[in-house]
């Protein structure tokens, strides 16, 4: 009796597929060959378990439009897909949808390109409701006329899954409960509706055994399932794409759905501003997406406490406090394209295992990050505007020891700052140990200054360089004072031919050899001396000074004893001083005894060199010589000095 009936069935259906094909496409000469093909495809047994195809209509684009009939996309045993459906087919449509009654092969349903009216739309899912069809989808869906309320039968459905994208409802003036009702009532598993701009959906009236919502792409707000009790099974919610502005309001709606597990919050208007605001999520959530959005550094006052991954990509997100978040199960972070400029602690993460904060504005980042997240596995920091320096090159070499794995490297980690090394992979950047240790850098400079302090402290001691400048500092403010005290006679006019320099020992040879053969012999030679020629009251530095300026040549007698006179060491600076200031040679060195070179100080390197470089004349101990050497000496003073007013003066009188 059951193989009866079922063959009876199935002859009945395949007439009636036959006849739809053979009304529509086939012409009167080829129906006895269809016939004949499709009675073939079907088992001897009457049974439809090796059915390969349903041969529901083989037509092109172009019939299907002009006679009002649908196109046949794909025609499997389990799925069926079909287009441009429309209310003169709708009920051909719906004819043959009720011969998939429970219990036969069809499972998956699509239809695309549908533009029918409220009633049409209506009966052809509640004909999908009883029929053997688990997966409905509905392409590009265009609702022309009146919608109106409709009890509608949920009772004996396989239906699983409804996809519906892309609706457009011309009609503007309809009850919003109406529509919605019918969707927040069904007994499925799966809800998806996008790219419709819907602007809201009703909570269920009872339990509801949604598991999946995917409301994709519309103008849904903050008030959707507010204070909704009946989502106690649902686990995956979709809501990227909208238009929710309060993240404490998101929190509070999923606050009673008990077993939810994943929020896509992404591509919204997200923001949290008020630190007084409470947050109260779903204590099942475990994975969150807040990506692209407006949310700040305050939003870490505001996330579920036992999230697992958590995506705040592209916010403007500019750090982490400590102590803001305490979210102990967080083992995914996604930080990337916000405001970062460093990498963040694992205070309040200690189960952190994965890090993205690429494209940020992170220059050095702290090397501190791998002591704060020991069980971080995966760090992806690339794209960063990096400023390759010291502090990175410990990041660097912390991270190798560290063992963990940096994301893209080498190519996306490239130095931005200084200029010099700009686009230089930082695997290829390095500087000294010298140049990065502190310590070690301060020590170095620090033993260089002392060495230095060392050197310069030695010269000065040996050069006797404290003496050449205090004796600078006399000659400066020597001249200074005679500057303001008789500027009018600052044009130096020379009034000697000599001045002579010798210790207080050798003045009896000065005085009874060198005066009497200068002065009183032939030339009328005009010495100037300090026991006669000093002016009292004024400082010895400054007689000397004077005395040397107002005379053409410098007489200097050397001998042991003026190497140990202080003051002729004096007389020899300032003579040597007006040598090179006036580039003049007025110089007379009279060697009156041998010098050994051990008893010159060292301080008086300038008379060693003179008397290397310089000749000089050396007084003779014979008698025959001397003629010869004051000869000598008068020709290297020998010049007509200009007539002074006091000489003028005297030769009147």
Not at 170 to 175: G, H, K, P, R, V
Not at 267 to 275: I, K, T, V, W, Y
Not at 434 to 449: E, G, I, Q, R, Y
């Amino acid at each position: 009796m059951t193989e009866n009936m079922r063959s009876l069935r199935n002859i009945f259906l395949y007439k009636c597929l036959f006849a739809l094909t053979f009304w529509n496409h086939i012409s009167l000469s080829m129906a006895n060959e269809l016939f004949k093909s499709v009675s073939n495809d079907f088992p001897e047994d009457g049974s439809d378990k090796k059915i390969k195809s349903l041969p529901l209509l083989y037509t092109n684009s172009h019939q299907s439009k002009a006679n009002f009939d649908w196109v046949v996309i794909q025609n499997i045993t389990e799925s069926l897909s079909l287009s441009e459906i429309t209310n003169d087919n709708v009920k051909k449509l719906v004819a043959l949808l009720s011969n998939f009654r429970q219990g036969s092969r069809l499972q998956n349903l699509t239809l695309t390109n549908m533009s029918v009216d409220w009633n049409a739309l209506i009966e052809v899912f509640q004909t999908v409701w009883h029929s053997s069809i688990e997966y409905f989808n509905i392409n590009s869906l265009t609702q022309l006329s009146y919608i109106k309320s409709y009890d509608f039968d949920y009772s004996r459905t396989s239906m699983k899954a409804l996809t519906i994208k892309k609706v457009l409802i011309t009609d503007l003036y309809f009850s919003q409960d109406d529509l919605y009702k019918i969707f927040a009532d069904m007994n499925i598993a799966a809800l998806t509706i996008a790219e419709s701009e819907m602007i809201h959906m009703l909570c269920p009236a009872s339990n509801s055994p949604f598991k999946y919502l995917n409301f994709l792409k519309n103008d849904l707000t903050d008030l959707l399932f507010q204070n909704c009790d009946k989502l106690v099974q649902l686990e995956t919610l979709i809501l990227q794409k909208n238009k929710f502005e309060s993240l404490s309001k998101v929190s509070f709606m999923t606050s009673r759905m008990k077993l939810l597990q994943y929020l896509d919050m992404s591509n919204n208007l997200l923001s949290h501003d008020a630190a007084d605001v409470q947050c109260r999520w779903a204590e099942s959530l475990t994975e969150l997406d807040l990506s692209s959005n407006q949310l700040t550094d305050s939003v870490f006052e505001c996330l579920p406490v036992n999230i697992k991954k958590l995506n705040l990509q592209n916010n403007q997100i500019t750090s982490v406090a400590k102590g803001m978040a305490e979210l102990k199960s967080l083992e995914e972070l996604n930080l990337a394209s916000n405001r970062l400029a460093d990498l963040l602690g694992c205070s309040g993460f200690m189960s952190l295992e994965f890090l993205n904060v690429e494209m940020n504005l992170i220059l050095t980042p702290s090397a501190d990050f791998f002591q704060s997240c020991l069980r971080v596995k995966e760090l992806q920091a690339g794209h960063n505007p990096f400023k390759c320096s010291c502090e990175l090159q410990d990041f660097i070499r912390l991270e190798r020891q560290s063992g963990v794995k940096l994301s893209d490297w080498p190519a996306a980690y490239v130095c931005e700052y200084p200029e010099d090394l700009r686009g230089t992979q930082l695997k290829d950047f390095h500087l000294t140990e010298l140049a990065c240790n502190t310590t070690l850098l301060l020590v170095t400079a620090l033993l260089l200054t002392l060495v230095l302090v060392a050197v310069v402290a030695f010269l000065c001691i040996y050069l006797d360089v404290p003496w050449y400048v205090q004796m600078t500092w006399q000659w400066t403010q020597t001249k200074r004072r005679a500057w303001h005290n008789h500027p009018e006679e600052q044009e130096t006019v020379l009034q000697f031919h000599a001045f002579i320099s010798y210790s207080e020992r050798d003045s009896l040879w000065v005085k009874n050899e060198l005066i009497p053969n200068l002065e009183k012999g032939e030339g009328c030679v005009q010495l100037c001396q300090h026991e006669r020629n000093f002016i009292p009251g004024k400082s010895i530095v400054e007689n000397i000074i004077n005395c040397i300026e107002k005379s053409y040549k410098s007489i200097f007698v050397l001998s042991p004893n003026f190497v140990q006179s202080e003051w002729c060491h004096y007389e020899l600076y300032f003579a040597h001083h007006k040598l090179f200031s006036e580039n003049s040679n007025s110089l007379i060195l009279i060697l009156l005894e041998p010098i050994p070179q051990y008893i010159v100080p060292a301080r008086y390197h300038k008379l060693k060199a003179l008397m290397a470089k310089r000749t000089y004349l050396e007084w003779p101990k014979e008698r025959s010589k001397r003629a010869l050497f004051w000869a000598n000496l008068r020709a290297a003073i020998s010049i007509n000095l200009p007539i002074s007013s006091e000489a003028n003066e005297e030769q009147s009188d």
